[in-house]
């Protein structure tokens, strides 16, 4: 475990810590804590999923974010070792090899859940589960899966999966923010997501941003936009204020 100083962010003092923990697959997995100091006491928990680079340096900053909302936030790891890259090819490879492992991929979420748990700073009975690209299609599939989450937030994520909900599977409330323009994910698929959700009897908000493409959400990709960034982000804090009785 690695630690760092603390950052002041506005009133909060973020203080951030690298966790090495391990999965029931054997993988070794490095992930990202962020709490905010100034605040006493357990508070809800949330795990951040990374996009198909890994767990880099914008999951991490979307961890220190939820921190000072004060949150108790673990970005975990989904591809072991702590791995992430800035190449397109090495991305889509470590992704493809991830999603080629349901099993793999929910143990490795299990044991980040169960890390963010173990936190003293986190209330075990108030958790939820946010994703972005890749990662949104994680929590779309832990939620399908009944990992018990109160909530999970899907950013431009992907909808398909080869563990579909099935009635009443679906325990946790979910939102996805997805963007009107995004090439990668079709409007048959968007429609059999809906339909799914619906015939499991999910609590279920998707939240259309017109003209936004894949990736909105970050600054770093050249689909960012600004609105849909700002405005999905928001809904997220509503979407929470709800859950875990904070509005």
């Known amino acids: 475990m690695t630690t760092s ?3 002041g962010t506005g009133q909060a003092t973020i ?12 993988a070794t997995l490095v992930g990202y804590y962020a709490c905010d100091e100034a605040l006493a006491g357990p508070r809800p928990g949330v795990l951040v999923v990374h996009e198909w680079w890994g767990l880099n340096d914008y999951a991490k900053r979307r961890a220190r974010e939820l921190a000072a909302l004060g949150y108790s936030t673990l970005a975990i790891d989904m591809y072991g070792e702590g791995r992430n890259t800035a190449s397109m090819e090495q991305a889509r490879a470590l992704m493809l090899e991830a999603l080629a492992s349901p099993a793999g991929m929910r143990e490795r979420f299990l044991a980040g859940f169960e890390q963010l748990r173990q936190q003293p700073q986190t209330d075990s ?11 949104g299609r994680v929590v779309l599939d832990m939620a399908r899966q009944g990992v018990p989450l109160a909530g999970v937030v899907s950013f431009h994520g992907l909808l398909d999966t080869v563990t579909p909900a099935t009635p009443g599977s679906v325990q946790a409330k979910v939102l996805v923010a997805h963007g009107d323009a995004d090439s990668l ?5 968007i429609a059999r997501f809906k339909d799914e959700m619906r015939a499991a009897g999910a609590d279920c908000r ?3 941003h017109s003209d936004a493409p ?3 959400s970050n600054p770093a990709s050249p689909g960012y936009q600004q609105a849909a960034d700002e405005n999905s982000w928001a809904d997220m804090q509503a979407f929470f204020a709800e859950l875990f009785g904070r509005a």
């Open 5 to 7: 100083p603390s950052t």
């Open 214 to 216: 894949h990736a909105f």
């Open 206 to 208: 998707f939240q259309h």
């Open 125 to 135: 009975a108030q958790l939820a589960a946010i994703g972005y690209c890749f990662g």
């Open 185 to 189: 994910i079709s409007a048959d698929q």
């Open 15 to 26: 203080r951030t810590r690298e966790i090495t923990y391990r999965s029931a697959d054997g």
